[in-house]
């Protein structure tokens, strides 16, 4: 398995542009979620889902940020309009069902997308 | 849970030293508390994880301790090494809500 996939790993963009991060969960995890780190706030929960449903979205920031996960296999994270206080580092990660591994709390990260809103 | 306090949050140890780590919680109904390492420009991954029904756990030369009773748990890395050096996340949940909040994290150093 590959692990939790993201895409891009890197994005610079202006202020006032669409930001669109991209998450592939490893396969058969049933949570996915999506987290924000910087060095001010540390590592904080935006989102998460169960089984493709949003089950807390109480972290994300403000209306400029949405989340979907259309599909199992596949979630994304939108910033629109971005601002450069959204600059970041984007973890999304999977954790599998209580039938899954046996740690069964263990969250899988995916190698995060740094945002860079100029 | 929803609040985690980790101290300190840069330490400095020597090669061969043990380097502790503290974090204290303040929801009663947590009962899980992973550890996870992040190397620099790494993902987060999970080292070690200790339930509420366990006061300790070891796993070679990590270690952790949990005190529900004065609601704080510990991580210890004894003879540490150079690879040792990282970022350490303290994090709390509930089983019955797989959400984990983190602790804001500790640098650790390990001095050849």
């Known amino acids: 398995d590959a692990g939790v996939i993201q895409s891009p790993r890197h994005e610079v963009t202006e202020m006032g542009q669409e930001v669109t991060l991209r998450c592939k969960p490893i396969s058969g995890h049933d949570y996915l979620f999506w987290y924000r780190q910087t060095m001010m706030r540390g590592l904080e929960l935006l989102i998460y889902f169960n089984n493709n449903v949003p089950i807390d979205d109480s972290g994300m920031p403000e209306d400029r940020f949405s989340a979907k996960m259309p599909n199992a296999s596949f979630s994304t994270l939108k910033i629109q309009p971005s601002e450069p206080r959204d600059s970041a580092v984007y973890f999304c990660?999977?954790?599998?069902?209580?039938?899954?591994?046996?740690?069964?709390?263990?969250?899988?990260f995916g190698p995060g997308t740094r945002l860079t809103v100029l | 849970g929803e609040n985690v306090e980790q101290h300190p949050s840069t330490l400095s140890v020597q090669e061969g030293d043990s380097a502790v780590i503290k974090c204290t919680y303040s929801?009663?109904?947590?009962?899980?508390f992973p550890w996870y390492k992040q190397e620099l420009g790494k993902r987060p991954q999970l080292i070690i994880d200790i339930r509420s029904n366990v006061g300790e756990k070891k796993d070679q030369r990590i270690a952790v301790t949990l005190n529900k009773t004065a609601k704080h748990f510990s991580l210890h890395i004894t003879e540490t090494q150079p690879e040792d050096s990282a970022v350490y996340f303290c994090a709390e949940g509930v089983s019955n809500d797989y959400k984990l909040s983190f602790g804001a994290g500790t640098t650790v150093t390990v001095r050849a």
């Open positions: 990660a999977s954790k599998p069902g209580l039938a899954g591994a046996s740690s069964y709390n263990e969250q899988f």
């Open positions: 929801d009663s109904a947590s009962n899980y």
